[in-house]
């Protein structure tokens, strides 16, 4: 399974502008959506995660849907992204084809143990520092809290671990350096629209910095 380390979550006032800001991250050359549609029903991400999908017909890219299994389900999307206090992995992974993403949330070193122990393809690490793309926000971790984590896991049976809240292309270099395998961002990603070459200009930036987990 290949992961790529930028992840595109997706954010809008509307579901229209959920879907054009995907189109616009996808013609930039990012390849890993999140449709994150929150205080939407399960219809409504369905019919945004269809369009969506659509899109593979231009562009090679994987969707996770956050928080919707049955969404994830009914749309035969990639695989799931769930929170702290959504359905359980276990449960999720009943409902979901073996083949199928599930990615997890966590805050602190016990969330990750829980994560590893879920057997999540990927865990999302944060908030590094404040945002506004998320309501209830979790204790802010910070470069240290990253550090602190990363040095209890034994690398060997971690899986990839993203950096999310916050991140900007400053924060790249030490979250490299620290250990973080990618990062999550989305206002970030809409800011540089106008640049079409950001993505590749992101993805070379962390690759010339290799992790020590």
């Given amino acids: 399974m290949k992961i790529s380390p930028i992840q595109y979550i997706s954010s809008g006032a509307t579901a229209e502008q959920h879907f054009e800001n995907i189109r616009q991250a996808l013609e930039q050359g990012v390849d ?95 908030p590094l ?21 990363l040095d209890a896991l034994d690398p060997a049976i971690a899986p990839p671990i993203f950096a999310i809240g916050g991140v900007e292309e400053r924060d790249i270099a030490p979250l490299k350096k620290i250990g973080l395998y990618g990062i999550a961002l989305s206002k970030h990603i809409q800011d540089n629209f106008a640049n079409p070459h950001y993505i590749v200009y992101l993805n070379n930036l962390i690759h010339e910095h290799e992790t020590k987990h």
């Avoid at 969707?63 to 009914?74: G, H, K, Q, T």
């Avoid at 520092?129 to 984590?149: D, V």
């Fill in 32 to 126: 890993w959506i999140q449709l994150r549609l929150k205080n939407a029903k399960t219809a409504e991400r369905v019919a945004l995660a269809h369009r969506i999908l659509d899109l593979k017909k231009q562009y090679a890219f994987t969707l996770i849907i956050n928080d919707d299994v049955e969404a994830a389900v009914e749309t035969d999307a990639d695989g799931v992204h769930l929170g702290l206090d959504d359905m359980g992995i276990a449960e999720a992974r009943r409902m979901l084809h073996a083949e199928k993403i599930i990615g997890g949330t966590a805050n602190t070193l016990a969330d990750v143990q829980l994560r590893i122990s879920e057997g999540c393809h990927y865990i999302g690490l944060g």
């Fill in 129 to 149: 520092r404040h945002t506004n793309t998320k309501q209830k926000l979790s204790p802010i971790l910070g470069f240290e809290g990253y550090a602190t984590i």
